[in-house]
Nanobody, 129 residues
């Protein structure tokens, strides 16, 4: 069964850190581009960060650049999102997704959700004092 499972969300104070994990089962993650998306209450889902399948290049939304880092651990079949200096506006449900189609430009991976084949169930992040 092809599945993505996110974990690592929780409640954190502003300025704190969390590391989200996206673990795959039923397929090999390094064959896929992986994206992290988030959805805040009452808002549309938006791209946060993506990592390509070809050379591991990455892209970040301007709102998280310099604070978040996406990475892969192929041995664990897991992709991570390290989130530092968290702000209340980072609050939301975070989803990871896998795209196994034709190589896409990073700008497309972070902006076009329909190119993703598989989505996780999400993990909630709340940044509040």
């Amino acid at each position: 069964q092809v599945q993505l499972v996110e974990s690592g969300g929780g409640l954190v104070q502003p300025g704190g850190s969390l590391r989200l994990s996206c673990a795959a089962s039923g397929f090999t993650l390094d064959d896929y581009a992986i994206g992290w998306f988030r959805q805040a209450p009452g808002k549309e889902r938006e791209g946060v960060s993506c990592i390509s399948s070809s050379d591991g290049s990455t892209i970040y939304a301007d709102s998280v650049k310099g604070r978040f880092t996406i990475s892969r651990d192929n041995a664990k079949n897991t992709v991570y999102l390290q989130m530092n200096s968290l702000k209340p506006e980072d609050t939301g449900v975070y989803y990871c997704a896998a795209s196994g189609g034709s190589p896409f430009r990073l700008v497309d991976l972070i902006s076009t959700m329909k190119i993703y084949d598989c989505w996780g169930q999400g993990t909630r992040v709340t940044v509040s004092s």
